[in-house]
């Protein structure tokens, strides 16, 4: 499972409060990812991070943002949740194998918005 | 938006081929065709990747076009374990050495004892 861990794993939240979800790698990966998934969707990629505070956009970044202090903690923020944020949250690191790289997925965190 | 497209759905019996399609017919030079899988209530998993040859490791087969706009993954011998959906994924070398990946909606793979 390439050491990575998520947590929570599950979060009931109101509209308009701060979640912050983390993820949490062992093996001192360099690239993380935080991706999302929806009902009936494959997922999307929401941020990403290419080492210590070096952090970009995904297709979906609106109204998140990331945080990487450590190599091994990768931080999503919903400053303020909506509903249309209840989703599945999966965070994956990219680990070398050769000439490709191969994505490890985390277990996941289920966020419900109300 | 995803640069694949795959059937919805198959099904498949127990021990029996399966052939999961992908048509790709925008795909670049460069980009690499992976398959990832996600199993019921996980995240996804690697399955298999190639570029221009057909491809073979544990898991299973990957038969790549000629012109490499379409591929077939190809899983020889199905078990109630290979129920997920399959992702058919091009990736590219972003700056730096990162992929990006882009999914699709996937097939659903049902097995049937």
């Known amino acids: 499972d390439a050491g990575i861990t998520q947590s929570p794993r599950h979060k009931v939240t109101e509209t308009g409060t701060p979640v912050t979800l983390r993820c949490h790698q062992t093996e001192n990966h360099r690239y993380m990812y935080w991706y999302r998934q929806d009902p009936g969707h494959g997922l999307r990629l929401i941020h990403y991070?290419?080492?210590?505070?070096?952090?970009d956009k995904g297709e979906v970044s609106d109204g998140y943002s990331v945080s990487r202090s450590k190599t091994e903690d990768f931080l999503l923020t919903l400053e303020s949740a909506t509903s249309s944020q209840t989703s599945v949250y999966f965070c994956a690191i990219s680990e070398p194998r050769g000439w490709y790289n191969e994505q490890f997925f985390g277990p996941g965190t289920r966020l419900t918005v109300l | 938006d995803a640069k694949t497209t795959q059937p919805n759905s198959m099904e498949s019996n127990e021990e029996e081929p399966v052939h999961l399609p992908c048509n790709h017919s925008?795909?670049?030079?460069?980009?690499?065709i992976h398959w990832y899988r996600q199993l019921p209530s996980q995240g996804p998993e690697y399955v298999i990747h190639?570029?221009?040859s057909n491809v073979n490791n544990r898991m299973a087969s990957l038969a790549i076009a000629e012109d490499r706009k379409s591929s077939t993954l190809i899983l020889h011998r199905a078990t109630l374990r290979d129920a997920a959906v399959y992702y058919c994924?091009?990736?590219?070398?972003?700056?730096?050495?990162?992929?990006?990946?882009?999914f699709g909606k996937g097939t659903k793979l049902t097995v049937n004892p």
């Open positions: 925008t795909i670049s030079g460069t980009d690499y």
């Open positions: 190639g570029l221009t």
């Open positions: 994924i091009l990736i590219w070398r972003a700056q730096g050495g990162s992929e990006k990946l882009v």
């Open positions: 991070s290419y080492g210590v505070k070096d952090t």
